[in-house]
Nanobody, 127 residues
Framework: QVQLAESGGGLVQVGGSLRLSCAAS????????VGWFRQAPGKEREVVGV????????YYADSVQGRFTISRDNAKSTVSLQMNGLKIEDTAVYYC????????????????????WGQGTQVTVSS
């Protein structure tokens, strides 16, 4: 089973940038779509974006479209989330997780279809 661990969170000012990394162990990672999710205080966890196992397809939530970019390097077993133009409302704990079905041809944003959740990394955007 894939195990994931996020890193790269921190404190940044409005308009700044951060790059989060999701490191994976296990060969199955290369065949799994990977999603980034976030949970702000007092709110439900929401999808940020997803990248297909080939890296050829991506999905972004409307709230981050044009500001965030997901990429992956299967040779290094990592998925990255580049966050630019950060806003106060981007403050949250960010998680990565793997689609439970390998080789899935379409991107699913239902969190129930994801497993191997990491421990999360805190992103705080201040004014």
């Amino acid at each position: 089973q894939v195990q994931l661990a996020e890193s790269g969170g921190g404190l940044v000012q409005v308009g700044g940038s951060l790059r989060l990394s999701c490191a994976a162990s296990g060969r199955a990672f290369s065949y799994a779509n990977v999603g980034w999710f976030r949970q702000a205080p007092g709110k439900e966890r929401e999808v940020v974006g997803v990248i297909s196992w080939t890296g050829s397809k991506t999905y972004y939530a409307d709230s981050v479209q044009g500001r965030f970019t997901i990429s992956r390097d299967n040779a290094k077993s990592t998925v990255s989330l580049q966050m630019n133009g950060l806003k106060i409302e981007d403050t949250a704990v960010y998680y990565c997780a793997a689609d439970r079905w390998p080789y899935r041809a379409i991107i699913i944003i239902d969190q129930n279809e994801y497993e191997s959740w990491g421990q999360g990394t805190q992103v705080t955007v201040s004014s």
